[in-house]
């Protein structure tokens, strides 16, 4: 390959983050043919037709409150998870929701190329999301009637702070649900929600 063929190849994206603080970084790497990634001394390949199985989610943490997780499991492979977030010190973590969302949407275009069929989805599964939408939703009913008896009794402060408590409480809970509602998908059609842009 001489040199103008070099600099026309296109570069394998690579994506890196630290899942921990202590722990190791993840390098996570696309080649023509195979996921390659790197965690600490560990090192291995999955080819794109070997993925069985990719999960999507939402899962915010206490200071990252838009963290998008992908799930990747091979046979002969480590679950290999690629996350939004990255640590940077005990206070403080990374949003890396573009390079994040860019990796993963490249990653499910070389597997569906390959002619691999894994399973993809999208969100909680289906026995962990429908009972707690059950109880939230049970919530917001509560709080809705504690609004409803302070406002017959005309106690205006009180009905003021569980009026504020359940919009909280409903936007940030509310998103969780709202984004991780159990879905199946095919390898060339990710999601969008769960593709983030920065």
């Known amino acids: 390959m001489n040199d103008s063929e070099q600099a026309q190849a296109p570069a394998e994206p690579v994506y890196s983050y630290k899942p921990s603080l202590m722990g190791a970084p993840w ?80 990653l499910h275009a070389r597997i569906a190329a390959s002619g691999g069929k894994p399973r993809c989805e999208g969100g909680l599964h289906p026995f962990l999301y429908w009972p707690g939408a059950i109880v939230f939703g049970t919530l917001l009913l509560g709080l809705a009637a504690l609004i409803a008896r302070a406002a017959q009794e005309a106690s205006w402060p009180a009905m003021l702070f569980v009026l504020g408590f359940m919009a909280l409480f409903s936007w940030q809970i509310g998103n969780f649900f709202r984004f991780n509602r159990p879905i199946r998908y095919q390898a060339d059609a990710p999601p969008q929600n769960l593709l983030p842009r920065a």
Do not use: C, N
């Not at 001394?41 to 915010?60: E, H, L, N, Q």
């Not at 206490?62 to 492979?77: K, N, V």
């Open 27 to 106: 390098l996570l790497r696309l080649t023509p043919d195979h996921l390659a990634w790197e965690i600490g001394r560990r090192t291995g390949t999955v080819p794109y037709r070997d993925i069985a199985r990719i999960r999507m989610s939402f899962k915010p943490v206490t200071m990252q409150t838009r963290r998008y997780l992908t799930e990747i499991w091979a046979p002969g492979a480590p679950k290999i998870v690629v996350s939004s977030a990255s640590w940077k010190s005990m206070v403080e973590q990374a949003s890396l929701v573009g390079p994040y969302s860019e990796f993963v949407a490249q």
